[in-house]
């Protein structure tokens, strides 16, 4: 079905690394980094940046307002972390509004490379040299502008380091949950089995485990017509090319 899971390692670069682990740092996938099952290496950006004012952005050539970020420092960083890893096993990305948007299949996709590189832009962008020859795809979390790419990062790295196993508690639920069929997840409910005058379906309560699963499908796939018509639309298309690999 999907592709091997090898991702252990995140190295982010940012001219904010006081900004991580931030939300990092909690939950699952913090624990991860904390047991060093998964690794998040934030490097400073200006650390390849020349002495002694390190400056890392510059004027954009041609005039216009806002800074760029120089392409130098991009390319040390990346040439140094490239020289230490093996080739197959690293990914380089800018995370950029103006990229392909990410997803639950983009987060499997990173998941199969080793080593992640994550560059967040800043100010106006990246030099153009930077995407033209450094990066391997440029990744936006949706169609907004941020300030810059480190929460895009954060998004990125918490989606995809959760797909690593052992991460997140039980093997199905990752499997299981909204996205991985191209279906929202089915409602869930806990104790009580009535509040705020809404009751637990009873066939939840049942024990009868097919029953329960027939309710969960045909549940996830009324909540995603009502709420994402677009992934169904996708499902059935996914559906019907897998028929027609087939025959
Ligand atoms: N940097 C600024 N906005 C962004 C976005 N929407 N996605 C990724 N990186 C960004």
């Known amino acids: 079905m999907s592709a091997e899971i090898l991702v252990r390692e995140f190295t982010v670069l940012t001219i904010f690394p006081q900004m991580f682990p931030g939300p990092l740092g909690f939950g699952v996938v913090g624990r991860a980094f904390a047991d060093e099952r998964l690794v998040l290496d934030v490097r400073d950006l200006r650390a390849w940046a020349d002495p002694p004012h390190r400056q890392v952005d510059d004027e954009t050539f041609g005039g216009g ?68 020859r450094l990066v391997d795809e440029e990744l936006s979390i949706g169609d907004y502008v941020l300030c810059g790419g480190e929460l895009a990062a954060m998004v990125v790295v918490e989606a995809t380091a959760r797909l690593a196993p052992g991460v997140v508690g039980r093997a199905e639920s990752v499997a299981e949950e909204s996205f991985e069929a191209s279906l929202l997840d089915h409602p869930h409910y806990t104790r009580p089995a009535e509040f705020a005058g809404l009751e637990v379906p009873e066939v939840l309560r049942s024990g009868h485990h097919e029953q329960i699963e027939s309710w969960r499908r045909q549940a996830a796939l009324d909540r995603t017509r009502r709420q994402r018509p677009d992934l169904l639309a996708r499902a059935v298309t996914e559906d019907d090319a897998r028929k027609g690999e087939n025959r």
């Open 65 to 132: 307002a806002g800074m760029v970020l120089k392409p130098e420092p991009l390319f040390r960083a990346v040439e140094a972390i490239r020289a230490e890893t093996p080739p197959r096993s690293l990914h380089v990305v800018l995370l950029d509004p103006g990229g392909r948007r990410f997803d639950q299949a983009a987060a499997r996709e990173l998941a199969g490379y080793e080593r992640l590189v994550l560059i967040c832009g800043r100010y106006e962008g990246v030099d153009e040299r930077v995407r033209r």
